[in-house]
Each structure stands twice: as structure tokens, then as C-alpha cells.
């Protein structure tokens, strides 16, 4: 179908608090029609229906044929089942993070995408803040990194580790800005208020020696979401949370006896909520059938790189003998 001066139908599966978020931002979309919303709770399928002026569906087969496009925001497990029901459909879908359970059910979307010539994009929200937009284009050759991503305790997303739930927002943005192979991990992490790992830590080595410390935690009592990282001659923080980014370079070398002096840029920052840019790509991808930014061999990096986070804190609680932590990397 030509989209090029068409809206692109809409709907969102799945609208607790993610898929609620989408269907408030495709309503914005001056691009975007929005059809309407399917979730296995009919009431709040109907609630959200009704707060947003559209309808309630009674389920993934009723889409076919009255949509170009889907956000799919159910739980992870069911993300293979779904996605790749929609993309036989011919219908172009954007996956939340993690894309999938498990490598082999992330293998399946790809192949179901590629199969039938549709967009997948994978929601990795932050590739689309605006700080992480002003900070690629400086980007050089990072080598050392420090990344803290930490939250204050939430019923959300229990039934997963905080690796798979919080860090692999960080795991995907290392692998953006370093752009290179991992050449080892090691992680621990403990379960505190859950039976899942709600506290965990990474340090990861890149083939280009480039290092990373990556902290997460649902366990926090603050709400700290930075990254930091040093290329030659310069450093470089990121607030996530506040959208912005500093740059800190030498502006003057050492010499004569003289310290260096330094010069401080602000980058400049697009103030646009990153959802709203998420879906707008997204939306772009399906229009013109072009690669989008987060694809699914972008997701499927990011989760590889989470279960050899997991694979490591469940090495080290064999070693230490720490009970609580499930035996199982998966979700």
C-alpha cells in the first residue's frame, strides 16, 4: 500500500502503563490514524478506548486489514507469539525492550520481518533522547565509561530481572556509541525485595578496549539515570532524566608550568519527549519501508548482551553460594 500522503493506521496491543503512553502520543501524531486498542483486559481495553476517542478490538486478528502499523506493549513472553502473528498479517510493528524471551524467539521476529518484507523496530526508548541525539555526533573512540540507572521500588515488572527491565536501556546505548564487538563481562547482582536480581552491576570490555561500569537498581532511594564517558582529551555527561548533555574539553594544554584550562559546551538539545520521537521514526520507517534506527538486529544485540550480564551474576552467585537467584536467565 502507498502511505506516502496517507495517515498510517494505528493500534496499540497491550495498554497498561507502556501501551497507554502510545496510544496518548499516536493520538498527537498529526501522521499517525489511530485505530484503535486491543488488550487482554477488556475493561481497561474499553477505559483506555474511551479516554482516548477511539475504539476497543477484540484482538489481533480483528487488525488485519484495518492497519498498516502496531505497537506491541504485552508482557516479553508473548512478544515472539504475537509480533510474528502481526507481521504474517502484513502489518509493520514496533516491539517494546526486551524484543523477545529468549535469542531463538528474538531469531523468529527477524525472520518473520525479513519473510514478509515488513518495518520491526524495537523500543529502546532512549536512543531517541534528546541527549543521546546531541552526543552521537561528537561521539570518537569512548573508552571508559561509568552509567548509573537507578530507581526507587515499583510493582512494575516484577516478573522480570533488572537487567532485562532497567539496564538493557544502557546495554543498548553502549552498543550504539561503541559500535564494536564485547570482549568480556562480569556482572553480580542479588535479589532485595523480589525473587528476581532488583540490584546489579557490569563492568564490560569492548574488543576496542573500551570499558564500561554499568550500575542498575529498582531498589534505589533516589531516581539517578547518567552516563558519563572520557574519549581523548575530553569528557563527556549525560543526564537521561533531565535530556541534556555536557561536554568538557581541554581547551588549553599544560605547558610552561601552567595547568590546562578547560572549556565547558552545553549540547544543543531538541526539547521533544522521547516517545513522541520514538514513534514518529517509527512512523517514518513504515512510510517510506526504509531500516529504522532501533532495528531487530539492534534488539537483538542489546539482549544478548543482557543474558551475558545474567549468565554472569548467576556464575557468581553459584561461586558465592548466594541463594534467592533464579537458576534460569530467562524471562
Do not use: W
Not at 512478544?79 to 502473528?85: L, P
Request: aromatic share 4%.
Amino acid at each position: 500500500m502507498d502511505l506516502s500522503d496517507k495517515k498510517i493506521r494505528v493500534a496499540v496491543i497491550g495498554v497498561g502503563d507502556f501501551g497507554r503512553n502510545h496510544v496518548r502520543v499516536y493520538r498527537e501524531l498529526e501522521e499517525a490514524e489511530l485505530v484503535g486498542v486491543v488488550d487482554a483486559n477488556a475493561d481497561r481495553a474499553s477505559s483506555v478506548a474511551s479516554e482516548f476517542n477511539t475504539e476497543a478490538l477484540p484482538g489481533v486478528e480483528a487488525l488485519a486489514g484495518r492497519v498498516d502499523a502496531v505497537s506491541l506493549a504485552v508482557p516479553t513472553v508473548e512478544h515472539a507469539r504475537i509480533g510474528c502473528r502481526l507481521l504474517e498479517q502484513g502489518i509493520d510493528v514496533l516491539v517494546e525492550k526486551p524484543m523477545a524471551a529468549s535469542l531463538a524467539e528474538a531469531d523468529q521476529l527477524i525472520a518473520a520481518a525479513e519473510k514478509n518484507r515488513r518495518v520491526l523496530q524495537v523500543g529502546h526508548l532512549e536512543r531517541f533522547n534528546p541527549a543521546i541525539v546531541a552526543v552521537q555526533p561528537v561521539v570518537t573512540k569512548p573508552l571508559f565509561f561509568e552509567v548509573h540507572r537507578l530507581g526507587v521500588f515499583s510493582p512494575r515488572s516484577l516478573d522480570v530481572d533488572v537487567v532485562y527491565d532497567v539496564m538493557i536501556h544502557d546495554l543498548d546505548i553502549l552498543l550504539a556509541l561503541v559500535d564494536g564487538p564485547v570482549k568480556e563481562v562480569k556482572s553480580v547482582g542479588i535479589p532485595i525485595l523480589t525473587e528476581r536480581v532488583d540490584i546489579a552491576h557490569a563492568r564490560i570490555e569492548f574488543m576496542s578496549g573500551a570499558v564500561a561500569n554499568v550500575t542498575a537498581s529498582r531498589v534505589s532511594t533516589e531516581r539517578v539515570r547518567k552516563m558519563r564517558f572520557f574519549q581523548a582529551h575530553e569528557y563527556i555527561s549525560i543526564d537521561y532524566a533531565r535530556r541534556d548533555a555536557l561536554r568538557v574539553r581541554v581547551a588549553t594544554p599544560a605547558r610552561d608550568g601552567k595547568p590546562p584550562e578547560f572549556g565547558f559546551e552545553k549540547l544543543d538539545t531538541k526539547p521533544e519527549e522521547p516517545l513522541h520521537a520514538e514513534l514518529h521514526a517509527f512512523l517514518d520507517a513504515v512510510r517510506t519501508r526504509t531500516t529504522p534506527r532501533v532495528d531487530g538486529a539492534a534488539g537483538r544485540r542489546a539482549l544478548e548482551l543482557a543474558d551475558r550480564v545474567m549468565a554472569g551474576i548467576l556464575d557468581h552467585a553459584r561461586r558465592v553460594q548466594l541463594g534467592g537467584v533464579a537458576p534460569m536467565a530467562s524471562l
